[in-house]
């Protein structure tokens, strides 16, 4: 009998709630994370992928309290400017679409963990993470967003492209553009805009942040997945 995307997902909680609570507790202790996830990822035996997942899931407290306290809803974000980590919200936005599993991470943000960012491509699949992408931008009122694409992408021209045209299919003033820097970019972004990204880097470096996947995936009545 087939395993279900759902069962998967259950069966890899199941697997990693035991290492995931040691981890936490090393944080707490104020251990680094790296050594932690190796330690406790060495004494359960876990397989590369399923130390990926603790990587991008777990953050330590301090930085996680710190991060979901710049989150904010889209109710919250109405009426404001928004930068968009382009590739960022979208990968995820595709990531959902596909049924991969997303998860809800310690501080209140949702990541995917398919690891595709440098060997992404334009698909079918593109073109409806940015119409989710641009819509629940326009639900959430934002008067103005403006998105950044890292141009050494393959193809990020055409995909520029495409959400400038869904932008002004949805009457969303806003701007798309490349650059070489596109993180610099966002860490540095004018405080008058709230950047879109689950970055941690780019967190961190931000005064205010919009998790648009997690707002797309709340408009759906849907959940990300979550490690206890």
């Keep these: 009998m087939q395993t279900t995307l759902t069962e998967n997902a259950d069966i890899m909680i199941n697997k990693l709630s035991s290492p995931a609570r040691d981890i936490r507790y090393l944080l ?34 301090k930085t996680a309290v710190a ?25 995820a936005i595709e990531s959902m679409l596909s049924d991969h599993t997303l998860w809800l991470c ?5 990541r995917d963990t398919r690891g595709v960012f440098r060997s992404h ?10 119409k989710q992408m641009c819509s629940i931008l ?7 967003v403006k998105v950044l ?27 798309v553009s490349t650059s070489e820097h596109a993180d610099f970019d966002l860490k540095h972004a004018d405080p008058e805009y709230v950047v879109a990204t689950a970055d941690g880097v780019i967190i961190d470096a931000v005064e205010k942040v919009i998790d648009l996947p997690a707002a ?4 759906k009545g849907s959940r990300a997945e979550i490690i206890i």
């Design 138 to 144: 326009s639900k959430c009122n934002v008067p103005f």
């Design 121 to 130: 491509n334009n698909a079918d699949i593109t073109i409806e993470a940015v």
């Design 106 to 110: 310690d501080d209140g943000f949702v």
């Design 149 to 175: 694409l890292d141009s050494q992408m393959s193809q990020s021209g055409e995909l520029a492209a495409l959400i400038r045209q869904e932008l002004a299919l949805l009457s969303l003033q806003g701007e």
């Design 216 to 219: 797309v995936l709340e408009e």
């Design 28 to 61: 707490e202790k104020e251990y680094s994370k790296t050594s932690s996830i190796r330690f406790v990822g060495d004494h359960y035996r876990l397989e590369k992928s399923e130390r990926h997942i603790l990587t991008r899931v777990i953050v330590p407290p």
């Design 67 to 91: 991060r979901n306290r710049k989150r904010l809803t889209c109710k919250e974000v109405s009426g404001k400017k928004v930068l968009a980590d382009g590739y960022n919200v979208l990968i």
